[in-house]
């Protein structure tokens, strides 16, 4: 048994030291763990089969695979049409408070992804000064319910496969309210340290016009009352009416049937105009919309880090040339084929045809922005997702249904709507997140059979002996916080679970509590922009520099540490 809990205690040391220090993909080094478990015949591979279809498990990808018809609807380009404005503080507010919102229940890198685009658009406020706010308060806004962040459905996942029933949807919710009133009125109060870093968008422009049909409902109010003047892409520039133009236009002119509204944006955006209500389209140009230019950052986990496109064979391998690089929102010099890529840079590629059918996207980059347009959902369709949403959600909440069973049926009259489409789902597949999970899940099992989950809880217990237990949970909540920052959020969680019902058995005292400073210590990447997707996705599009997130990070870290300290063991108690 020995000899187990030393092999176990190997791969578990070598497993952390390779997340921490190597620039291997996390999903690799899991896999060689799980391999390194299978080949010390430490575990069976029946075993690890059933780790991988671990109900919460199934359910973290169904619902990730179902935040894709979401995106899809006019939800987040509403979100934000109504947060943007020139006052800053007030922007501020509505931006980061609706990005909790919208955290608690959709994919919060799908939240910040949507965005982005409208922020770095705009030009009433610098964009640094509202990037990082709004990662943060997604990263908030996620630990407010079980499928508000991936952190939580992995937690969730190792706390059913330990014969537990599963975590309630709200069961986040006490602890995750107040993580976000904190957290957001530290943000508020240290603003100005936010970095005002111009960056100059070099767009082509073109104009647009739409002609109200005599039945829109945009017909009688007046340009202030329609929000024509926050749409993120466009701006209103002219108004003909019966062969006269009105130009500059009023918030005050009132719309009138059969009036022609002259818009100039990036027409790759065109959905945005196409989501009025009551209007139709008259493109100035034509042939543009088979233009495909996409934005993409290189995601931390890329093959692509450290190689220039030469040596990687870029146009080969995705069937996209890369048109510009942009990195920490300056132009980077020399020869693109020369330069050499790191994580978060930003590329722009001309894509070919087959660019989208590629099965490598998800391993190397988030898409930020498509030139490739697409067209919105219709108004019926659009309100019937929401709504078939909402209503899973409700029936979950409510213990009618399970969450996987109402996330199925969702996905499939998706499907069936044409939606989504199946080769979407193909490529959102999180089969990097989902070996990971299993190889953890798989480890976890390894060090409760062998003995050393007890072997460690039992040594803590004895270094503890004279300290209260609740040292020994605050022990735990920094040390997921300190790995978190180290490797990454899902990494983290995994690593620390069976530590944390370790010790917690030691002490005799319930299992949750340490297992919520697990869950909620493992979203605590405030620090650094490695830590968190969305904290890399605003990395370069804001133009941050590292320190940036440490000098505004710090009084948000500090406040979700004590918070997290003091209501944990109230609403969980030892």
């Known amino acids: 048994m020995l000899i187990q809990q030393a092999a176990v205690a190997a791969i578990f040391v070598a497993t952390i030291a390779a997340l921490v220090f190597s620039r291997w993909r996390a999903s690799h080094i899991f896999s060689a763990a799980l391999l390194a478990l299978i080949a010390a015949q430490l575990v069976s591979i029946e075993t690890s089969l059933n780790k991988a279809i671990n109900p919460g498990v199934v359910t973290l990808i169904a619902l990730m695979l179902a935040s894709r018809a979401l995106e899809r609807t006019s939800l987040l380009k509403l979100f934000a049409r109504n947060a943007l404005e020139a006052n800053e503080t007030r922007s501020l507010i509505k931006l980061t408070g609706l990005s909790a919102f919208a955290s608690s229940f959709l994919n919060n890198t799908a939240v910040v992804a949507a965005l982005i685009r409208p922020i770095k658009k705009q030009n009433k406020i610098a964009a640094s000064k509202l990037l990082l706010p709004l990662s943060y308060a997604a990263i908030l806004g996620g630990t407010t ?48 340290r936010l970095p005002n870093i111009p960056i100059t968008l070099d767009e082509k422009k073109y104009f647009v016009d739409v002609k109200i049909k005599p039945d829109s409902p945009l017909v009688g109010k007046t340009v202030s009352d329609n929000q024509l003047r926050n749409l993120n892409s466009f701006f209103l520039v002219e108004i003909i009416r019966r062969g006269q133009s009105i130009s500059p236009v009023r ?81 980077v010099p020399g020869k693109l084929g020369e330069v050499q890529l790191k994580e978060g840079d930003n590329l722009l590629l001309a894509a070919g045809r087959d660019f989208k059918s590629r099965k490598n996207l998800d391993k190397h980059f988030f898409l930020i922005s498509d030139m490739t347009v ?70 976890a099992e390894a ?94 599009t804001g133009g941050y520099k590292f320190s940036d997130f440490i000098r505004f990070g710090l009084p948000v870290s500090f406040s979700y540490i004590i918070v997290t300290a003091l209501l944990i063991p109230y609403f969980f108690p030892f």
């Not at 937690?155 to 904190?182: R, T």
């Not at 909440?397 to 709507?417: D, K, P, R, Y």
């Not at 944390?500 to 620090?527: I, Q, R, Y």
Request: some cysteine.
């Open 447 to 540: 060090m409760m059979q062998s003995g050393l989950s007890d072997s460690l809880a039992a040594g803590l217990h004895s270094l503890l002996s004279d300290k209260s237990v609740w040292f020994a949970f605050i022990g735990i909540l920094l040390a997921t916080v300190l790995l978190t920052e180290l490797v990454t959020n899902n990494a983290a969680a995994a690593l620390m679970f069976p530590l944390a019902m370790g010790l917690a058995e030691s002490f005799g005292v319930s299992s949750l509590t340490f297992v919520m400073a697990v869950a909620v210590g493992a979203s605590a990447s405030f620090l650094s922009p490695y830590g968190y997707q969305t904290n890399l996705l605003v990395f370069n």
């Open 251 to 331: 918030p005050t002119h009132i719309i009138e049937a059969d009036d022609r509204l002259v818009f100039s944006g990036d027409i790759s955006h065109i959905e945005e105009l196409q989501t009025l209500p009551g209007v139709k389209l008259f493109a100035e140009h034509t042939g543009l919309m088979s233009d495909n230019l996409i934005e993409v950052v290189i995601a931390s986990h890329s093959s692509l880090i450290g190689k220039t496109l030469k040596s990687a064979g870029f146009r080969a391998m995705f069937d996209a040339a890369v048109v510009g690089l942009k990195r920490n929102g300056l132009q």
């Open 374 to 443: 697409e067209q919105p959902l219709p108004f019926l369709i659009n309100n019937l997702v929401l709504v078939g949403f909402a209503l899973v959600m409700g029936l979950a909440i409510a213990g009618i249904v399970s969450l996987l069973e109402g996330l199925l049926f969702f996905i499939a009259a998706c499907l069936a709507g044409r939606v989504i489409k199946t080769t979407e789902l193909k490529h959102l597949f999180p089969f990097d997140l989902w070996l990971i999970i299993t190889a953890a899940l798989t480890l």
């Open 145 to 192: 319910t079980l499928v508000g962040t991936s952190t939580n459905m992995v937690v969730n996942s190792f706390w059913m496969d330990s014969g537990n029933p599963s975590l309630g949807f709200f069961e986040f919710f006490p602890v995750g309210i107040c993580l976000v009133i904190f957290g957001l009125l530290a943000m508020l109060l240290n603003k100005n």
